[in-house]
């Protein structure tokens, strides 16, 4: 007869429940990120800086210096207009008419400068590049750790995706600003100031009137620019629709050839891909007006200085050169502010890019390891479970004052249906989560006081599917435990007694698993997390019963690796068959987030409770072969 | 990622220039009224510094040197400044904004050739190609082909800037025309030797990039099996190591740039300074006047930004021949074979097999030989070890792959002489992966058919699928997948047989296809299909129960059908069968 006893037919869906639980929360992020797109003013590029300063202290090492090279740089640019006037003035239309030996030293000098700070550029630009990607490489990593830290309700498919891009698309957009729009930002201001600072010189006047034209563009750019952050907000969603519905076109490339569903995927690819165009084009928009606004108040600049200083110059102590020079000096200021308006939206997007980076690393992290955490004892361990209860953040309980004590060595196992509770009951006993009431005790000593190495190593949970890195197989099976060596994974191989199966494969413990493990079959990739944890050498073992089908000769292997992995442990299977349960030492049966009842089979059937009923309904389904 | 190839100076050229064309002529009009902006803007750029020369010369020195202020002479100044500067202004904005569409129209394009190109070929390309490959083709590459049509209106707008200037220069003196013919070419050639210099260091980046984001990925996808195994640290470790190689290349990229960028800021003022070194000894000797002078400066200095763009220009050049040359070879894989217009008769089709040969590239073939009657209104199950061919005889069937020798025949017709689309409309293929689409589980199931409520019930009620559909949030509105529910591994298996239920197929082919599934509710499953429509069933199946209820079982190995029969005239004939259905009934032990 069949043995396959399925309780659940349907397996983890308390998982299932877990990630809508998340996918609300992230629902709820969502709107957040509308409104903050609605309500402008709540992008607030300074609070940004100032947060992302001071996560990242190392910004601020050789910044003085940097900014001062960067400051004498820009001054020197303002040479050439200086030169212009002096030339005009002192060389051409001086009394005494052309004086080539002043326009040779002029020239002298100015070509001097010019090439002084072409090198000195050079020094800021490096010393610029190497601060920002230092911090950069920080601010990764620390992301990259955050993410890891993070409990497990964060890490749904849908939120896995957004975390990659923390870590890598918004770090991106910072890198590509810090390479070409920082350098720009400060360069520019200086110019700009450099430049009233230098007009004023030679009339305050025509520097105050420049400055009282330029005044207006700054509120129009910031309404610009927080509609193009609007829009490229946008566009990046629509961009990740697009990449959706392609993939979907990709992995989904058999059911839609065989069910004729080409017309069907054509014609929802072609509505993300206008969705997309629409969006970039609107955002084109912005990109195409902001740049030459700045051109237009240089006109108005342009005009009226040289209206006003025709008309007042003299009586300003102006003199023809000086004028043509406040000229050239209003055209200086014309490039920084229009390369400003360039960078604007550069700039935003790593703004927006920082912003959701320090967000992350704001995010809090659930779990406290303890400091000088106590180490478990060696041998099997007991559980003891007081009074526990759990509830995700986003939804209702799901367990209820669970108690219970299991002794060492025991093989429990958990039984209840889609939704009891029992998954996450699993994942408690390895600190997956922390209970939201009450209290965990692994051999005698509190979960939240055991230190973390200790805690990975003595309690192991082999979850349904086998993640595995895209690496050999040896590397795999190593990760086990730190520092497992190659005779350790040949060791705990033949232990589990898998060499005939590593040896069938085609390069043996050197065969490359491929992405995710993919090269492997599910039972297989099964095996490897058996063999991880075999080396971890647990007292306590948590198995999640994998529902998917397994080809019976790797099924035959998986069966008795894991007879032999569990020997002289502690064993807790979440059962998704009832010929697990019926060869356990406890059942645990759970419903609704409650413990109903614990014992051993043969006790529960006798009770005649709920176990019973289920064990029932299921014998009287079972055909005979 | 691979580093983009150089080709020849020569071949770049050519290249470039028939891929621009193409680009272009697809988008004529957009293309012409951004190189109209283009030229405007040039002509008005130029036109501010002449108008500059001419005020300094006819009315600021005038009116300094000799007390002349007349104020039509002045507000005429101020007018032309003014709309000279609008005019360039709105030039920006045309040529800007229609690049822009230029360009996103060109993205679009290929998005659609793309999309349309993945949908079309034979399923054999997929399992070839590792979707991350085909995904950068539709995102990273797309924008990488068609990023040079960006800059494209305005460097032919530099270019007429540069005619222009040097025209303009011309006509005041030929020898500072003399400084702008060794200045420009100079800038280009620093240019250029800055784009050879950065390219391998940029390929480094790109790759480490690609790196950093690989680990991300990976690390994050495996959180779980990281956090039980404690490898928090190492996965740090790993990335750090990663982040530091970007790191150094990111800076050594950034020296290059350091050398270049201020060479290239430089150059024009060089430029400057040369010109009024030469402009006031020719002043002096009244070959030039200071307005003159003066407008030359101020080209100097207009023409300096614009060259760089032209240098970002000549930098995107060869990545997009190069990239678009590889999307166009993706665009040209090969399609799915088309039919004929045979017609199939009514009713339960039978399916044949006649010495059917199948293989993937140079391994061994995976079927071999293989004939096979299945009669119509059948159900057979088929039954072998992993690696014996039953997933590819099932794919054959609907024609997802076609045999590299023998013919396949549904109600007798090869089925080479039948429209794939009339096929598939007939044949429907459960897959043991199901694949849910983000969307409503009702849209899941009818695929945008028009259905009645009743037709998905009664589908519904034959996969068992109908209870748990009822007690999902919003019922068959119930959203599946990125922002919806998650469904279990048996949910989505019943979901797919009501998705080919409702398709009425004749021929229904469950490969491995209710795994998931209670073995309860798949024996009942079975039983209601049998009794429901009028269609040939063929079942790879695992389970006594299952096979047990099958007319027929047919028992591959090797490529092959070893036996036939009923399950239990091949138990008793079959040892191998014996053994291996022995090892089903008990592998869950």
Known sequence: ?625 | MELVETPSAKSVIRRAATLLRRYVRKQRLVFFISIIGAAIYAAAAVGTTIILGNITNNVIIPAFEDNEKEARAIWYSGLALLLVGFLRASTIILRRYFAALLTLRTQRQWRRDLAATYLEVPLKYHRETPTGQLLAHADADIVASSEVLNPLPFSIGVAALVIFAVISLATVDWFLTLVALVLFPSLAIINRLYTARAEIPLATVQERVGGVSRIAHESFDGVLVVKTLGREQQESERLETAADSLRSARISLGKIRGVFEPMIDALPNLGIIALLLIGSWQVSIGRLNTGDVVQAAALFGLLAFPMRVFGFFLQEVPRAVVVSARLDKVIDAEREPKGGDAVITDGALAVDFENVRFGYGDDPPVLENLNLHIPAGSIVALVGVVGSGKSTLCELIPRLVDPDAGTVRLGGIDLRDLDPEELRREVALVFQETFLFADTVLENVTLGDEITEEEVANAARIAHAENFVARLPEGWKTEIGERGVTLSGGQRQRLALTRALLRKPRVLILDDATSAVDPVIESAILRDLRTSLAMTTLVVAHRVSTIELADEVVFLDGGQIVARGSHKELLQSNSDYARLVHAYAHGGE
């Open chain 1, 1 to 625: 007869m069949s043995d396959e006893k399925i309780l659940d037919p349907d397996g983890h869906d308390e998982i299932a429940l877990l990630e809508h639980a998340s996918s609300f929360d992230d629902t709820v992020a969502l709107e957040h990120e509308l409104m903050m797109h609605d309500e402008g003013p709540k992008v607030r590029a300074i609070a940004v800086l100032r947060r992302g300063f001071a996560e990242s202290p190392e910004l601020r090492k050789g910044l003085r210096l940097t900014l001062l090279f960067a400051t004498i740089g820009a001054v020197g640019r303002l040479t050439i207009p200086v030169l212009i006037q002096q030339v005009i003035d002192k060389g051409l239309l001086a009394d005494e008419g052309f004086r080539p030996g002043f326009t040779l030293t002029a020239c002298g000098i100015a070509a001097a400068i010019v090439i002084g700070v072409m090198f000195l550029a050079r020094v800021t630009y490096v010393r610029l590049v190497t601060t920002s990607e230092t911090m950069l490489r920080n601010l990764r990593v620390r992301a990259f750790d955050h993410v890891h830290r993070l409990p497990m309700a964060h890490h749904d498919s849908t939120r896995r995706g957004e975390l990659t891009s923390r870590v890598t698309s918004d770090i991106e957009t910072i890198a590509r600003f810090a390479q070409y729009g920082a350098v720009a930002w400060i360069v520019d201001s200086v110019i700009v100031v450099g430049t009233l600072i230098v007009m004023s010189v030679y009339s305050w006047h025509l520097a105050l009137l420049t400055a009282i034209v330029a005044v207006p563009i700054l509120p129009l750019f910031r309404f610009m620019q927080r509609r193009q952050l609007k829009a490229y907000g946008i566009v990046r969603s629509r961009v990740g629709e697009t990449l959706a519905e392609v993939s979907e076109a990709v992995q989904g490339a058999g059911p839609i050839r065989a069910y004729g569903l080409q017309p069907r995927a054509k014609a929802r690819l072609e509505t993300a891909i206008m969705r997309q165009y629409k969006s970039e084009a609107s955002a084109a928009r912005w990109f195409a007006f902001m740049f030459p606004l700045g051109d237009a108040f240089g006109a108005i600049a342009l005009a009226s200085v040289t209206m006003t200083g025709i008309w007042f110059g003299e009586s300003w102590g102006l003199n023809a050169g000086s004028l043509v020079a406040c000229l050239f000096l209003v055209q200086l200021i014309l490039g920084p502010i229009a390369e400003l308006g360039e960078i604007l939206d550069q700039t935003q997007t790593a703004i927006a890019g920082w912003a959701k980076v320090l967000d992350l690393l704001d995010t809090p992290i659930d779990l406290q390891e303890p400091e000088n955490g106590r180490d478990l004892p060696a041998g099997p361990l007991s559980i003891s479970v007081r009074a526990v209860d759990f509830a995700y953040r986003t939804g209702g309980r799901v367990l209820h004052d669970v108690s219970v004590e299991l002794p060492a060595g025991a093989s429990i196992a958990i039984v209840g249906e889609t939704g009891s509770g029992k998954t996450t009951f699993a994942k408690l006993l390895n600190r997956l989560a922390d209970p939201t009431a009450g209290e965990i005790l692994i051999g005698g000593i509190p979960l939240t006081d055991v230190d973390k190495d200790s805690r990975t190593r003595r309690i192991r949970m082999v979850p349904q599917d086998g993640f595995l890195f895209d690496t050999t197989l040896a590397a795999n099976i190593a990760m086990g435990r730190n520092g497992a060596t190659e005779t350790d994974v040949k060791r705990a191989i033949s232990e589990l007694g898998l060499t005939e199966w590593v040896d069938g494969l085609p390069r043996g413990l050197e065969t490359e698993v491929g992405e995710r493990g993919e090269g492997l079959s599910v039972g297989e990739r099964q095996l490897v997390a058996l063999a991880r944890a075999q080396l971890a050498d647990p007292g306590l073992l948590i198995l999640d019963e994998a529902t998917s089908a397994v080809d019976p000769r790797t099924e035959r292997t998986l069966t008795t690796a894991l007879l032999r992995l569990a020997e002289g442990r502690t064993t807790v299977s979440v059962a998704h068959r009832l010929s697990t349960a019926e060869q356990a030492d406890i059942v645990m049966v759970f419903d609704a987030g409650k413990l109903l009842e614990v014992g051993s089979h043969s006790e529960l059937v006798a009770a005649n409770g709920r176990y019973a009923e289920l064990y029932r309904s299921w014998l009287g389904n079972t055909g005979q072969v």
